[in-house]
């Protein structure tokens, strides 16, 4: 099945400084890439996602590049505010797949 | 517009006991699943349904059994707890059964706890 490797675990970033969260996956034909993001007590939430025809992808603070050669994809986050603090997970589906597999988080602190 | 809707939200549950947890969402979703959430180890797909009468295995399907007589309805059966069941659980649903795309819903999480 679909192996999804997600790094680093835990980051700390001062207030209006770049996150960037890596996630590498197996299967070449994975075709859906999505980001979701938990806080705490609550369920994980869509944040952005990017399909297999697309590199990159932006929506206001945040953007996630895709790089199917290498079979890695990221999450940027600009300007980082406290509210951004959060577990981050990746996410990969695979061609004629219903299921996402999951990275096992990243858990971001914001500084003030 | 409740989503995706868990109850209970928090179960202490003895070895050998049985539960269910139960799934509802008011989105029409052809597509249901349940993940165990522990630490470290990210959400870890149980069961899923693309749609009433039809499920399927995930990664981690043994101790857990799930039906879906409705499309609004997925219950989650715990046979026998053990204590590697404690665990945060969660229900998501999604639009569509398309293969590249659709966003997952998810509820607010059960907390079991097996003791």
């Known amino acids: 099945g679909e192996n999804v490797e997600q790094h680093p675990s835990t980051l700390s970033v001062q207030e209006g400084d770049s996150a960037v969260i890596k996630c590498t996956y197996s299967?070449?034909?994975?075709?859906?890439f999505p980001w979701y993001k938990q806080e705490l007590g609550k369920g994980p939430q869509l944040i952005i996602d990017i399909r297999s025809n697309v590199g990159e992808k932006k929506d206001q603070r945040i953007a996630v590049t895709l790089n199917k050669t290498a079979k890695h994809f990221s999450l940027h986050i600009t300007e980082t505010q406290p509210e951004d603090s959060a577990v981050y997970f990746c996410a990969v589906r695979g061609a004629g797949s219903y299921q996402l597999t999951f990275g096992k988080g990243t858990k971001l602190s914001v500084i003030p | 517009n409740a989503g995706v809707t868990q109850t209970p939200k928090f179960q202490v549950l003895k070895t050998g006991q049985s539960m269910t947890l139960q799934c509802a969402q008011d989105m029409n979703h052809e597509y249901m699943s349940w993940y165990r959430q522990d630490p470290g180890m990210g959400l870890r797909l149980i069961h899923y349904s693309v749609g009433a009468g039809i499920t399927d295995q995930g990664e981690v399907p043994n101790g857990y059994n799930v039906s879906r007589s409705t499309t609004e309805d997925f219950p989650l059966r715990l046979l026998s707890a053990a204590p590697s069941q404690t665990s945060v659980y969660f229900c998501?649903?999604?639009?569509?059964?398309?293969?590249?795309?659709?966003?997952?819903?998810f509820g607010e999480g059960s907390r079991l706890t097996v003791l």
């Open positions: 998501a649903s999604s639009y569509t059964r398309r293969t590249n795309t659709g966003e997952l819903f």
């Open positions: 299967d070449s034909a994975s075709n859906y």
